[in-house]
């Protein structure tokens, strides 16, 4: 009985595979820099796909008269909604260099 009752729980705890998709959040032209961001919660587990933030990058550095992006350091997440003992809503952001 107790092994049927785990079996049910665990999926509740372990968290949903959610697609999620990059959003430009800012950028600087004259520094050819672009960020893109995503924002996740608890017990979701983020599906990311890095060639939809690329595209989403290049097209902004090509608007620019730049030729393509890539990526520029890691990603950085920050904790906007805090609830009483975790994160509730976590900001995850990339950058991303646009090259000649």
Not at 12 to 24: H, Q, S
Not at 61 to 78: D, L, P
Not at 84 to 99: K, P
Request: positive net charge; contains cysteine.
């Amino acid at each position: 009985m107790k092994s049927i009752i785990v079996a049910i729980a665990l999926p509740l705890f372990a968290g949903c595979a959610t697609p999620k998709y990059w959003e430009a959040t800012g950028g600087n032209p004259s520094d050819g820099l672009v960020q893109l961001f995503y924002v996740q919660t608890p017990f979701e587990y983020a599906q990311i796909r890095e060639y939809q933030g690329l595209a989403i990058a290049t097209g902004r550095c090509q608007f620019w008269n730049y030729a393509r992006a890539e990526r520029a350091g890691a990603q950085k997440s920050v904790c906007h909604t805090m609830g009483q003992f975790h994160c509730l809503e976590t900001t995850v952001t990339q950058d991303y260099r646009c090259q000649k």
